[in-house]
């Protein structure tokens, strides 16, 4: 279990510093203007479609049907047709109507930013299809427990969109745009490329061709199974949307903020998503090929030590995440941003909004571990319940926050919107089987942990302040 957390943690880590040096020289080329804010809408959209639709909720719910499938290549050939052909559908569409798109996703722009966003938006969809792909064939590579392409492939997006910074530099803010918008799509280009290497090495594509060749002759031999992939696949997409929509919400009523409202918001949650795709997204990731399996075979107590081990490794990590994140938050913001044309009241901006993200941390980490019994019980259902009520809050507090507090109001909305779908989720995994795993000796552990970490951490922050 630890080995493969580690090749996708170290694998992420790898990806996420190009990734820092890719924001790094984007907040010096763009600042936090209008520019950066219309990149960072043209760059939500396709990802807010693949968070949603092609990445959590399909993973979620192709493992554990691909698990049961008794056609597993005709099974996975059919469900690839009618994925890539809607998602096909939808780029056409929104490179047909950018404009509306674009209006979509940040209803506070004027026409004129409309207008001159909208190419932009049309560029960057093709990398959803692209991603789709990326997804489809991760998919397959985490059921033979091969995580590390996946891990590092993400490093291929950062690096295209680092050449193209250095490629644009002297160039207008708007054209420097396009570059960063062409670049978004070689990097699809190249993870792509990348999954289909690490596929043919391990020999599945005889398993993706044998399903395709014999598609039309057995296509009625997983009428069921396809069936039952649908009833599952609509409420996991719900469930898994509530981190993209409040995203998505964010960036549209942003929109109606100061201008680099935007910018603040993306660049808080990037350094937010660090620990929490370098700790709890690798973790879930590693585990649920295992845990899936282990519920399969109805061998609960075996998921649930699983389970336990994976709780408080992430437990630990994401306290001290937090600790050293809402104390350092300014010191980070500086240290990786505050160059050229991104100021220090930039950097003091973004500095509210990442506090606010990095107080739910813990409730959101933890909650992405408890979801993986839900989805492996094929409690899709319940995962969209729980995520409506978490939507509900943070549009309730949103709604309530943005006007005193500005963008780390929203912030803050997100961060309570988290701690209601940890405690919901609490419940449908089970006071019980809950219970059990938090009543351990490692409660002691963490409360010392804490308060030394604590301690450490002012001292640092003070040496920082006097020295430095």
Known sequence: ??????????????????GFIRDLLTASALGANIYSDIFF????????FRRIFAEGAFTQVFIPAFVRSMYKGVFLAHIFLVFLSIILILTIIVNLLPQIATKAIAVGFDTQTIELAAPFVAINFWYLP????????????QYKHHFATTAFSTALLNISLICALLLSEDKTQSEIVYYLSWGVVIGGLLQLFAHAVAIKNLGLNKLIYGGFRHLRVKSKKIKKETKKFQKQFFPAIWGNSTPQVSAFLDTFLASF???GSISYLYYANRIFQLPLALFAIATSIALFPKVARYIKNKDDEKALIYLSKAFWFLTFLLTASTIGGFILSSEITWLLFERGAFEAQDTLNTTVVL?????GLLPLGLQKLLLLWLYSKEMQMKAAKIATFSLAAYILFALTLISPMGASGLALAST?????????TVKAFGMKNFLSILLNKNIIYLLVCCVIFTLLVILFKEYIAKYI
């Open 1 to 18: 279990m630890f080995k493969a957390i580690f090749t996708n943690s170290f694998g992420i880590l790898f990806s996420r510093l190009f």
């Open 41 to 48: 809408i043209a760059f939500k959209l396709p990802n807010l």
């Open 130 to 141: 692209l991603i789709f792909g990326v997804t489809f064939l991760s998919t397959l590579l």
């Open 257 to 259: 903020l100061i201008a």
């Open 355 to 359: 506090q606010m993200y990095m107080i």
């Open 416 to 424: 309570i919107s988290g701690f209601v779908g940890f405690s919901l």
